[in-house]
């Protein structure tokens, strides 16, 4: 018989490292100091692209503006042959069902936001309910939000609980856990956050919602790969990681790929298990390779807005 | 028949001890007038290696002292020094001085302890630093004591120049060495017994006594020994102190050119004399200053 | 409960831990991205800088400066005999006595400043120079050196004529012409740290620079000469050991500055006995770095990379001496090498080499020779796996573990990228460690609790202690060494004290 979920002794996330603030900015401003040259561009910006989880998360979202969003997903700029899609299109749960039939035989992934995105603040059934609703209509991903108030008064038993039931929620589907650093404060409470999502069962961990700011941040990122590579040294078990929100150039999407790469290295570095969460990344992306292909710097006009 | 005198028998100083030279060698000094001042001994480098182990161990205690603390002993040397005043009198005119120059010299030596028990805890704050470097840092200087200071005290003032250099560097946190004049040993062995019954602890002050000529090369490369005070206008010896400094790299000063019954017999510059100083950083960190953008 | 059931779906899930292993040598890789030399130019030839102009050695001998990077010749630079220094002395003893001393410190003040405003416009030429004579990477040249040596001179500038300020109830006068001899570590920086001081105190100067490094020095003659220095005020000699020991020696000198060698401190120390010549030495190091169970651990570990690899450990305040306490040394360790694979060694003008040439191939026997006695002391090696370039002098990131205090690779400066590891319990254990060294120039501490940094940094004797940092340093912050370490304070308001006299 198993224990009842309140006898269950968790791990004491009070306990998770500490980080000092200065060190870890100083070390994430070091990888922007690479210079990306040449191939090592060309091939980059490609990943990049192809690790966009192409978003759209607005109250004014209709099944229009997602088939765009969806053609756009298959189809970056057709003018460039041999461009990668994106990973995946990112929308709120009743767009699922539009969104999984516009990339039908893609590849793409459908990623829905469900728990009462972006704030969380709902009852777990209905968080629950959103999930399994999010799934039943064909996301290949759920994207949830912790419950920052909970975690912020220090109930992180039932942050971690709620986690583990989502992702039990989620089936088949994979499970980003979404911190919402913005609303943390600390790179201690980031990595804290980051070690509960772990520990419940999170497929990937993502810092933002794209709601609040500031959204994601380099040293932020660094923190949350840390905090996987400590994770996958202790349980040999991988987590994704999806910095979203604030990423619009190209060039700062190279200094989080060389990120990962100086702290993951090569497994990491796919869309299996890096993502962008972003919406205006993929042009800036694509200007770049038109720009590497032409030798021209280019115009905004003439890369399709959706 | 007249009562006979007790004699006084001038012992050295070692670890709050007063033994005798293990050399059990003696030499008497005499006066101008070629009177006989006593029997003192006549100290050997083992002597001085042994004083420097007391010197040594008693670094850690004393310079983690409070300064406050060494204030208050410092203050009490000067007590006791006050209440034995007499003594000392007797002492210098034996050793040649006249009264009026005895009670100056006493006078002085003891206001020389108040002057640095005051500056204890205070020049610090003098020589210290908070500095702006640019980066998001906190980073402070102070200066810290080196550690074991040998000294060769001056021949010719023999309390004063003795008091004027030990406060300085037991102020500071420093413990020391001192080789007392040759010539005018007996108020440096008085001194001792004043600092034997003022609370300062063992080893913090050693006294020898006996001739610079055949110890002032051990007081200068000991391996263990951080610094080197020296006061005579004699270059060979300078020069010879300089030379074996580099043993270690010991930091050495020369005073020859103190008037020790001057102004300029005092200052925090002579405390500073025996200070290393330390630079410590430590990161600031900086999430609500920076505009939330952490 | 929940997460059990359908576990994860992670690509090699439950691996043992012994197979766990990150990989590094990624199928994305940077290209090179070589600096271009276009922007420096070096001449074929460098006379010396005597009173102001460029004046062909006595000795009429020149030699060569190599690029260890790649051992091509880049200039030929004269080779100053002792003639040539007593020239020099002359200079600075005439520009002294009736230029310098008389100015007011305002005008001091102002041609200093215009020495900043100058380094810093011509900084990306200095920059490759630096790089390509010294061998460290342009990254590194670039970011640290050159704008650090700029500031160092804005700094002192602004001393000049608040000197009143310095020293409380005491006035400050010169001490007259003052000896420099400074390393191959940091060349430009090095003669920042102790020609702007000096200047600010109105001394005026003799600088030698390091023969294996003589480019920025001679770079910096010409901006002084653009800044319009009056002649004479600062001479630059170029040479090796026999020219340094002729300016040591040279009876019209009255101070002596040096950064280098405990051993050649040593030797100047015995030199200028009986004489009235002061002396400011930086030695050698052997810095404890010591991480805590509760230091922010992966900020340690970069702490600890960036102390003994930056600059390819050709620091004499690197801290090549790691304590871990035993209850992480198992992470740290697995994680120091991790991050040791992703420094890139190889053409230090590349903008993404972290770890350039050895400055030497003597410097290069030294380390090697180091490695094989830490080897046979039975200390365990581990090197990073990078690929190093055919030609040049190079060295992998290495590391050894299990090392015991008594090792010599735990005592002995290595001036390389070469650390000793070393575990221990307890505080007093690891004071005691750290302070069992007869060097004191820096040290690290690594912990979150506040009350231990104090104890800590209070009791480590060592001039410059950086607590949950490492290798920081700024113009405002003294620098300089206890026991063996020398003495002496450069920059910050402390490194006023050793140019200047002292009266009431």
Redesign the interface.
């Known amino acids: 018989m198993?224990?009842p979920?309140e006898k269950?002794i968790r791990p004491d996330f009070s306990l998770s490292?500490?980080?000092?603030?200065?060190?870890?900015?100083?070390?994430a401003s070091r990888f922007t100091?690479?210079?990306?040259?040449?191939?090592?561009?060309l091939?980059?910006l490609k990943?990049v692209l192809n690790m966009i989880d192409l978003t759209t998360l607005e109250g004014k979202d209709t099944d229009g503006k997602v088939k765009q969003l969806c053609y756009k997903a298959m189809h970056p700029h057709d003018a460039l042959p041999g461009l990668p899609t994106v990973a995946a299109v990112c929308v709120y749960p009743t767009m699922v069902k539009v969104a999984k039939k516009a990339l039908e035989g893609s590849g793409i992934k459908v990623a829905s936001v469900t728990t009462a995105f972006p704030s969380g603040q709902a009852p777990r059934d209905v968080k629950i309910r959103d999930t399994k609703y999010a799934v039943a209509n064909g996301a290949d991903e759920v994207d949830m939000v912790i419950s920052r108030g909970k975690f912020h008064a220090g109930e992180y038993n039932f942050v971690y609980d709620e986690i583990?039931?989502i992702?039990?929620a989620c089936?088949?589907a994979?499970l980003k856990v979404i911190l919402e650093t913005?609303e943390l404060?600390?790179?201690d409470k980031v990595r804290r956050a980051s070690d509960i999502a772990m520990?419940?069962?999170a497929?990937f961990i993502k810092t933002s919602t794209g709601k609040i700011?500031?959204a994601a941040?380099m040293?932020?990122t660094l923190v949350m790969l840390?905090a996987i590579?400590d994770f996958?040294?202790?349980t040999?078990?991988?987590?994704g990681m999806k910095p979203a929100g604030g990423i619009s150039k190209s060039k700062l999407a190279l200094h989080y790929?060389v990120m990962v790469?100086?702290?993951?290295?090569?497994?990491w570095?796919s869309n299996?298990w890096f993502r962008f969460g972003a919406s205006s990344l993929a042009n800036d992306v694509l200007m770049q390779l038109v720009k590497e292909e032409t030798g021209l710097y280019q115009a905004g006009n003439y890369f399709s807005a959706d | 028949m007249p009562r006979l005198e007790v004699l006084k028998t001038y012992k050295i100083y070692i670890g709050g001890q007063f033994p005798r030279t293990e050399s059990g060698r003696y030499y008497s000094p005499v006066n101008k007038a070629g009177k006989k001042l006593a029997n003192v001994c006549l100290c050997s480098r083992k002597d001085f290696r042994d004083a420097v182990v007391s010197a040594r161990s008693a670094f850690g205690g004393w310079s983690s002292r409070a300064a406050f603390n060494r204030s208050q002993i410092l203050y009490r040397m000067a007590e006791m020094l006050e209440g034995r005043k007499a003594q000392f009198i007797d002492e210098l005119i034996q050793q040649d001085a006249t009264r009026a120059h005895a009670e100056k010299e006493i006078s002085l030596a003891i206001d020389r302890l108040i002057y640095y028990a005051g500056w204890c805890d205070k020049f610090q704050q003098l020589f210290s630093a908070v500095n702006p470097v640019a980066?998001?840092?906190f980073n402070f200087s102070v200066p810290e004591p080196t550690g074991v200071v040998s000294i060769i005290a001056p021949q010719g003032d023999a309390l004063l120049g003795l008091v004027s250099l030990i406060a300085p560097v037991i102020a500071g946190g420093n413990t020391c060495v001192v080789l007392a004049s040759e010539t005018k040993p007996l108020c440096a062995v008085t001194f001792a017994e004043v600092l034997n019954s003022s609370d300062l602890p063992g080893g913090v002050v050693n006294i020898l006594t006996g001739k610079p000529a055949e110890l002032v090369s051990w007081f200068t490369d000991h391996m263990d020994v951080n610094a080197t005070l020296y006061c005579e206008n004699n270059s060979d010896v300078q020069k010879l102190i300089r030379e074996k400094s580099a043993s270690n790299l010991k930091r050495v000063h020369f005073y020859d050119k103190v008037n020790w019954y001057s102004a300029e017999g005092q200052s925090p510059y002579f405390i500073m004399d025996s200070q290393e100083i330390k630079t410590t950083w430590h990161?600031?960190?900086?999430?609500a200053g920076a505009g939330?953008?952490? | 409960?929940?997460?059990k059931?359908?576990?994860?779906?992670?690509?090699?899930?439950?691996?043992?831990?012994n197979t766990?292993r990150?990989?590094?040598?990624?199928?994305?890789?940077?290209?090179?991205?070589p600096e271009s030399k276009s922007a420096a130019t070096i001449d074929k030839q460098y006379d010396l800088f005597i009173n102001g102009t460029w004046q062909k050695p006595l000795s009429k001998k020149y030699f060569s400066t190599i690029n260890p990077a790649n051992e091509e010749k880049l200039a030929e630079v004269a080779e100053a005999s002792e003639a040539d220094v007593n020239k020099a002395v002359d200079a600075a003893r005439t520009a002294y006595e009736d230029v310098w001393k008389k100015m007011p410190p305002k005008e001091r003040a102002k041609y200093i400043f215009r020495i900043a405003r100058i380094v810093q416009e011509k900084a990306r030429e200095l920059a490759i120079i630096e790089t390509l004579d010294g061998g460290k990477p342009i990254?590194e040249s670039r970011?640290f050196d050159v704008p650090t040596a700029a500031n160092h001179f804005f700094y002192y500038a602004g001393w000049a004529d608040k000197l009143e300020y310095a020293f409380p109830n005491r006035r400050t006068s010169p001490l007259g012409v003052a000896g420099q001899i400074i390393p191959w570590n940091f060349p430009l920086l090095m003669a920042a740290w102790k020609i702007a001081p000096a200047l600010a105190t109105g001394n005026t100067v003799v600088l030698k620079p390091a023969e294996t490094t003589p480019l920025t020095a001679l770079k910096l003659a010409e901006i002084i000469q653009e800044a319009d220095l009056p002649p004479g005020v600062v001479n630059i000699l170029t040479g090796a050991g026999a020219t340094g020991a002729a300016i040591v020696n040279h009876p019209g000198i009255n101070k002596i500055a040096f950064t280098g060698s405990t051993e050649v401190g040593k030797i100047i120390q015995r030199a200028i006995a009986g004489t009235n010549k002061k002396a400011t030495l930086e030695l050698g190091g052997k810095a404890a770095n010591i991480i805590f169970e509760?230091?922010?651990?992966?900020?340690a570990v970069?702490?600890v990379i960036n102390g003994i690899f930056f600059n390819q450990g050709h620091v004499c305040c690197a801290g090549s001496r790691l304590y871990v306490q035993e209850s992480v040394a198992k992470e740290v360790i697995?994680k120091l090498k991790?991050r040791m694979?992703?420094l890139l060694v190889g053409d230090p003008l590349?903008?993404?080499t972290d770890i350039g040439a050895i400055n030497s191939k003597q410097q290069l026997d030294t380390i090697r020779k180091y490695i094989s006695i830490g080897k046979k002391e039975g200390a365990e090696m581990y090197e990073s796996s990078c690929r190093l370039p055919g030609k040049g002098f190079y060295c992998r990131p290495t590391l050894f573990t299990n090392v015991a205090q008594s090792n010599r690779i735990a005592q002995e400066e290595i001036f390389g990228p070469v650390l000793a590891i070393i575990t221990f319990r307890t505080d007093d254990e690891v004071i005691e460690k750290a302070n069992n060294s007869p060097y004191g120039l820096s040290a690290g501490v690594w912990t979150?609790k506040g009350s231990k940094i104090f104890n800590m940094t209070k009791r480590l004797r060592a001039g410059v202690v950086w607590a949950?940092?490492f290798n920081k340093f700024d113009p405002a912050s003294p620098f300089g060494g206890y026991k063996e370490s020398g003495f002496g304070r450069e920059g910050g308001l402390h490194g006023l004290l050793p140019y200047v006299q002292l009266t009431s």
């Open positions: 198993p224990l979920r269950i490292p500490r980080i000092d603030q200065v060190g870890v900015e100083e070390r100091k690479r210079s990306i040259k040449k191939e090592t561009k091939n980059g990943l583990a039931m992702k039990e089936g088949e994979r913005g404060g600390t790179y520990q419940a069962g497929d700011q500031p941040t040293p932020v840390e590579r996958y040294y202790r040999g078990k991988m987590t790929l790469k100086e702290v993951l290295g090569e497994d570095l299996e | 980066s998001s840092h990161p600031v960190e900086n999430i939330g953008g952490y | 409960m929940a997460t059931k359908k576990a994860v779906r992670s690509k090699p899930s439950g691996k043992k831990s766990i990150l990989k590094f040598d990624t199928s994305w890789s940077y290209a090179p991205a990254r970011d509760d230091a922010p651990l992966d900020q970069e702490g697995r991790d694979e992703s590349d903008k993404n979150d949950n940092t």
